[in-house]
Antibody, heavy 116, light 107 residues
């Protein structure tokens, strides 16, 4: 059974940094692309980063230069380093296992609140 | 980026009725890289339909997807109580992947 367990969410001040982690199990982590998708308080979903099995990374313009996705294949763990955080970054951050372009499995999410 | 507009925002139905949800793209979604997700309160989204018309594993056959180009539809032939949720469409024909704003199916 695929399991994705996110952690690291917290309350952080604007301009601050945070690192999210996602522990994966139940599948061959090294052979799948992974992504982070966030959900704003009003419900809107936004894909915020993706990483291929080979380590290629992808971002939308809204987070490019501020967010960095990475993976540790030896520990089956996905990371999201976030910096220069803004109020608009507030939300629940989901880790997803990708099948090609599709976010086919999702974790339960970790909450990030950016506020002073 | 491709903007996806879902309609209606809310669909009020009774169990046993037919649900028709629409997702319109601002430009063509090539290769039908269009998915539908279901999200219930307090839960993560889960895939219902991918490639515009293929049901995901474990999804009942009352769910069907159709469409191509810029217009896509999710149909629930007879809504069951467990189908009341928010449904999102997503495209990945062009980066960045984008989602619609969601349609709430409620009693």
């Amino acid at each position: 059974e695929v399991q994705l367990v996110e952690s690291g969410g917290d309350l952080v001040q604007p301009g601050g940094s945070l690192r999210l982690s996602c522990a994966a199990s139940g599948f061959s982590f090294t052979t799948y692309g992974m992504s982070w998708v966030r959900q704003a308080p009003g419900g809107a979903l936004e894909w915020v980063s993706g990483i291929s099995p080979g380590g290629g990374t992808y971002y939308p313009d809204s987070v490019k230069g501020r967010f960095t996705i990475s993976r540790d294949n030896s520990k089956s763990t996905l990371f999201l380093q976030m910096s220069s955080l803004r109020g608009g970054d507030t939300g629940v951050y989901y880790c997803t296992k990708d099948s090609g372009w599709l976010s086919e499995s999702w974790g339960q999410g970790t909450r990030v609140t950016v506020s002073s | 980026e491709i903007v996806l507009t879902q309609s209606p925002d809310t669909l009020s139905l009774s169990p046993g009725e037919r649900a028709t949800l629409s997702c319109r793209a601002s430009q063509a979604v090539t290769n039908n890289y269009l998915a539908w997700y279901q999200q219930k309160p307090g839960q993560a989204p889960r895939v219902v339909i991918d490639d515009a018309s293929r049901r995901a594993t474990g999804i009942p056959d009352r769910f069907s997807g159709s469409g191509s180009g810029t217009d896509f539809t999710l149909t629930i032939s007879r809504v069951e109580p467990e189908d009341f949720a928010v449904y999102y469409c997503q495209q990945c024909a062009h980066s960045p992947r984008t989602f619609g704003q969601g349609t709430r199916v409620e009693i």
